[in-house]
């Protein structure tokens, strides 16, 4: 079963632009982490927020969390080519032990 | 350089073969897990561990087995390949979960005909 759902399921803007996906899930959480996937690649930690934050930034990252509507948001400034990718969120409400994935929103920059 | 590494990267088996998808980690974490990843799909998790001798079942187990006799190794074996097995497998391990993100290996392409 899939604990967190992606919105939208793929995004497309220009160059310079920002981004912004959104991650649901259903039940409580301790913490909940964004991963980015490139094409055919591993998946690469971006951000950890836990439950008792509600924002946080790394570079042009910017993460939030909302606990009490269960979203989070990842809003990616300046976008650039290669921030091209698959972006999935991830909580730990199957225990801190037991990542549970969503589905992914995959994001294409355009030149 | 410090990581995960998976081998092999790709990998064709016939139904009922088996095999092992080797995993090793040189960053002394004690937690390890094994993810599959489905087309269209995020990750679901078959087995974890949370330390040399220590292994327990995620979300999809059957078919799979793991051990952990050192730190740094966490192979999967796939007991009797089918053809349901076909995904790429992700190995993954974190120094605290919960404190920080996990580092990811590059993946085995599995195709089970």
């Known amino acids: 079963s899939q604990q967190g759902e992606e919105d939208p399921q793929a995004l497309s803007i220009q160059e310079g632009e920002n981004a912004t996906m959104n991650c649901s899930y259903k039940?409580?959480?301790?913490?909940l982490q964004w991963y980015r996937q490139n094409s055919g690649r591993g998946l690469v930690h971006l951000i950890l927020?836990?439950?008792?934050?509600r924002e946080k930034h790394s570079g042009r990252l910017r993460v939030t969390l909302d606990t009490s509507k269960k979203s989070s948001s990842l809003l990616i400034t300046a976008s650039r080519a290669a921030d091209t990718a698959s972006y999935f969120c991830?909580?730990?409400?199957?225990?801190?032990?037991?990542?549970?994935f969503g589905q992914g929103t995959r994001l294409t920059i355009n030149p | 350089n410090a990581g995960v590494t998976q081998t092999p990267k790709f990998q064709v088996l016939k139904t009922g073969q088996s095999m092992t998808l080797q995993c090793a980690q040189d960053?002394?974490?004690?937690?390890m897990s094994w993810y599959r990843q489905d087309p269209g799909m995020g990750l679901r998790l078959i087995h974890y561990?949370?330390?040399?001798?220590?292994?327990d079942q995620g979300e999809v187990p059957n078919g799979y087995n793991v051990s952990r006799s050192t730190t740094e190794d966490f192979p999967l074996r796939l007991l009797s390949a089918a053809p349901s097995q076909t995904s790429v497998y992700f190995c993954?391990?974190?120094?605290?979960?919960?404190?920080?993100?996990?580092?990811f290996g590059s993946g085995t392409r599995l195709t089970v005909v």
């Open positions: 991830a909580t730990d409400a199957g225990g801190a032990q037991k990542l549970v």
């Open positions: 960053m002394n974490h004690e937690y």
């Open positions: 993954a391990s974190t120094r605290t979960p919960g404190s920080y993100g996990y580092t």
């Open positions: 927020i836990r439950s008792n934050e």
């Open positions: 561990s949370v330390g040399a001798g220590i292994t």
């Open positions: 039940t409580s959480i301790n913490n």
